[in-house]
């Protein structure tokens, strides 16, 4: 980090500056110059307020030269960090596809989704029990039982299965999850973060709507802190000024995220269009940009469906894709050989 303060400076309020910063375990190279003094702070600055120092009476600018994300960070950790799921891998040149409902509606019906993914080459089941809907009067998950209804189709097809955490008082019902899911409005919920990082499943965070790339790895960073390093970060499209698309769904992510960190990288380009029809281009481009793995929403009617049923794809339309995506990922990985 760079302090850059402001022409002859209060002395006694540089001292103190320096007192607080070397109490902390910094070390300060000053640099006098014509017109400022500039301080380089080596050590460990990722506890230290930027915005405090800024605000300081002696202080022009701070720069920080070092991200704020330690365990998230590809530069301390260079190797591509792999998430076990029961018998499967994410992350680690393997394409991860997660499929399933929005919602859990019934046994039958997530048992039958469940089958059918599996034929098509899913990896893993993906369904909510407990929902974060915008309004209070839509369909809001069966909950407890939602989860149950999970175990029931993994039982049958022996897919792993990734359901979304939305409160902290629902962990003890998480038991029995392969991973948890943290979903977008989540993303910056910290007691949440902290608590999943205390155990050890794997979590999959979702992007916050307005989140910057950082923002979402300080999430990450939150769940490493505690312990927990089997973090897998999912982008489903961001808030921008189009309306036409759900979301606006940021592919540069893929090899942004590559360079920063060693999490593997999901795209969910369901909830990123919010039309079915928008699934498969964008499914497609994810696996040819890199990613380490897709979340798509299938529902066997998504007419009839109780959330989210215009970005769902019917088991046979989902079938087609992921076989082109498997085709696809063994030609990019053939290419890049
Ligand atoms: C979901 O995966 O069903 C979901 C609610 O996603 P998001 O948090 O990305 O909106
Ligand atoms: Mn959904």
Same mark, same amino acid.
């Given at each position: 980090m760079i302090v850059i303060l402001k022409s002859n400076p209060n002395r006694d309020q540089l001292e103190s500056l320096i007192t607080w910063l070397q109490e902390k375990g910094i070390t300060i190279h000053t640099s006098i110059g014509e017109s400022h003094t500039i301080l380089g702070l080596v050590g460990d600055?990722?506890?230290?307020d930027i915005d405090l120092i800024a605000a300081? +009476?002696?202080?022009d600018d701070v720069k920080r030269v070092?991200?704020? $994300?330690?365990?998230?960070n590809r530069k301390f950790h260079p190797a591509d960090t792999v998430v076990k799921v029961r018998d499967t891998q994410i992350g680690g040149g393997n394409l991860t596809i997660m499929a399933g409902p929005?919602?859990?509606? /019934?046994e039958e019906q997530v048992v039958t989704i469940a089958k059918a993914v599996k034929k098509s080459g899913a990896t893993m089941l993906r369904g909510g029990a407990f929902k974060p809907r915008? /309004?209070? $009067?839509?369909?809001q998950g069966l909950g407890a039982t939602g989860i149950e209804y999970l175990k029931a189709a993994r039982e049958e097809t022996g897919l792993p299965i990734v359901t979304e955490l939305? +409160?902290? /008082?629902?962990?003890?019902?998480?038991? =029995?999850? =392969?991973v948890i899911q943290i979903g977008a409005r989540n993303m910056q919920n910290f007691d949440l973060l902290k608590a999943v990082g205390r155990q050890e499943k794997p979590v999959m965070i979702k992007r916050g709507m307005s989140a910057t790339y950082e923002e979402w790895l300080m999430s990450a960073e939150y769940v490493m802190a505690?312990?927990?390093?089997?973090v897998i970060l999912c982008e489903r499209g961001i808030r921008t000024?189009?309306? $036409?698309?759900?979301n606006t769904l940021d592919l540069a992510c893929i090899p942004v995220l590559r360079k920063l960190t060693h999490l593997p990288i999901i795209i969910d380009p369901s909830h990123a269009t919010g039309k079915s029809w928008l699934v498969d281009p964008l499914a497609t481009g994810a696996v040819a940009t890199g990613c380490d793995g897709l979340l798509i929403e299938v529902h066997n009617d998504p007419a009839h469906a109780l959330c989210d049923g215009p970005q769902s794809l019917k088991p046979e339309v989902f079938d087609a894709l992921a076989h082109k995506l498997l085709k696809l990922h063994a030609c990019m990985r053939d290419l890049e050989a």
């Open positions: 600055t990722s506890a230290l300081l +009476d002696i202080v070092q991200e704020p $994300y330690k365990n998230a929005c919602s859990v509606e /019934s915008t /309004s209070p $009067y839509s369909f939305m +409160d902290l /008082s629902q962990l003890p019902l998480f038991k =029995d999850v =392969d505690g312990g927990n390093q089997n000024f189009e309306t $036409y698309t759900r």
